[in-house]
């Protein structure tokens, strides 16, 4: 089941009572970044989470150590990144060599998050085995 962790759980002793009780780590994205001195950048980040940095160090490290599984999206990997002595580049839309992948603030979000793809499942796919039987009612 999973359980969602509170900053304070960065003390070392507490991730040491926590940790044997878990099968795996979740790190999830965020509208936050990561705080640039943790990758050896300069300067400051307006959209911080200092909290959130200060587990997500501690608890990547601590799960490494135990070779715990770690999932990891969006800022999740990012923070990965950093924890394992990577770096990263701040402003990466500003790069000129690199494609624009931002959504389009002048499209509607329905468009820029929902996209739709036809495809047909046949009797005895996986997809078919790993849902369960739904209801409809019209």
Excluded at 7 to 18: M, R
Excluded at 46 to 54: F, I, K, T, V
Excluded at 70 to 81: M, N, S
Aim: contains cysteine.
């Amino acid at each position: 089941m999973p359980i969602a962790l509170p900053h304070a759980l960065a003390e070392p002793s507490l991730l040491e009572q926590l940790l044997p009780k878990l099968d795996g780590i979740y790190l999830p994205g965020s509208p936050s970044n990561v705080q640039p001195h943790l990758y050896g950048e300069n300067g400051d980040e307006p959209d911080a989470d200092p909290g959130r940095d200060l587990l997500s160090m501690a608890i990547i490290n601590a799960a490494l150590e135990r070779r715990i599984p770690i999932f990891a999206i969006c800022r999740g990997l990012q923070e990965l990144v950093v924890a394992t002595g990577g770096s990263l580049h701040r402003k990466l839309c500003e790069q000129p060599e690199l494609l624009e992948h931002r959504e389009d603030p002048n499209c509607r979000w329905n468009s820029n998050m929902h996209r739709r793809m036809k495809f047909r499942l046949k009797r005895g796919d996986y997809c078919l085995r790993c849902y369960l039987n739904v209801a409809t009612f019209g």
